[in-house]
T-cell receptor
Framework: AQSVAQPEDQVNVAEGNPLTVKCTYS??????LFWYVQYPNRGLQFLLK??????LVKGSYGFEAEFNKSQTSFHLKKPSALVSDSALYFC??????????????FGTGTRLLVSP | DAGITQSPRYKITETGRQVTLMCHQT?????MFWYRQDLGHGLRLIYY???????DKGEVPDGYVVSRSKTENFPLTLESATRSQTSVYFC??????????????????FGAGTRLSVL
């Protein structure tokens, strides 16, 4: 069965500094990987995904993530954090099969707090 | 308005009562999902639907019932609410879940959630 680990409950970073939110996964076969962000009292919003191709994926709001197959990781990064990036971030994985339903499995979330 | 909407946004009920959470999407997406969000668990899939009249269990289906008579609606019913069902419930939809040829179809779009308290 697939699983996702987000080892940090919270990440604190000062505005203007680079940020990294960590994610490791476990899945049989090729993974489809996703990052979602949740702002207070809102649903999850899609940020970016890795399906195939370039290991560095660029997404919304200046975020990017690097797929590392050998380390089974898909860390979310941003070169310069903004206070408005403060939110709850979820990593998710599904099996990359072409047929049949493959459920999306979410991590427990990492709260990002960007201080002014 | 286009998108996916959930109602009510907040609900307080008592144990043993039946509660129905509504979900409506305007994109004609084939797939719809119900998740619950609990501290320490992230999001867990309750039920999903691949099309009208096709539903299947997810990870935590016990105590819940779903139906999908129309593509755009996917209500979730708690037949006899329990305190353990206190949670935030999210509905989501997706165009499809095909493989690499349908890259955009793998994205799920979420409603704003329903916060349910069972007393």
């Amino acid at each position: 069965a697939q699983s996702v680990a987000q080892p940090e409950d919270q990440v604190n970073v000062a505005e203007g500094n680079p940020l990294t939110v960590k994610c490791t996964y476990s899945v049989s076969g090729n993974p489809y990987l996703f990052w979602y962000v949740q702002y207070p009292n809102r649903g999850l919003q899609f940020l970016l995904k890795y399906i195939t191709g370039d290991n560095l994926v660029k997404g919304s709001y200046g975020f990017e993530a690097e797929f590392n197959k050998s380390q089974t990781s898909f860390h979310l990064k941003k070169p310069s954090a903004l206070v408005s990036d403060s939110a709850l971030y979820f990593c998710a994985v599904r099996r990359g099969r072409n047929t049949g339903f493959q459920k999306l499995v979410f991590g427990t979330g990492t709260r990002l707090l960007v201080s002014p | 308005d286009a998108g996916i909407t959930q109602s009510p946004r907040y609900k307080i009920t008592e144990t043993g009562r039946q509660v129905t959470l509504m979900c409506h999407q305007t994109w004609s997406h084939s797939y719809m999902f119900w998740y619950r969000q609990d501290l320490g668990h992230g999001l867990r899939l309750i039920y999903y639907s691949a099309a009208a009249d096709i539903t299947d269990k997810g990870e935590v289906p016990d105590g819940y019932v779903v139906s999908r008579s129309k593509t755009e609606n996917f209500p979730l019913t708690l037949e006899s609410a329990t305190r353990s069902q206190t949670s935030v419930y999210f509905c989501a939809s997706s165009e499809g879940l095909t493989g690499e040829g349908g890259l955009a179809k793998n994205i799920q779009y979420f409603g704003a959630g329903t916060r349910l308290s069972v007393l």
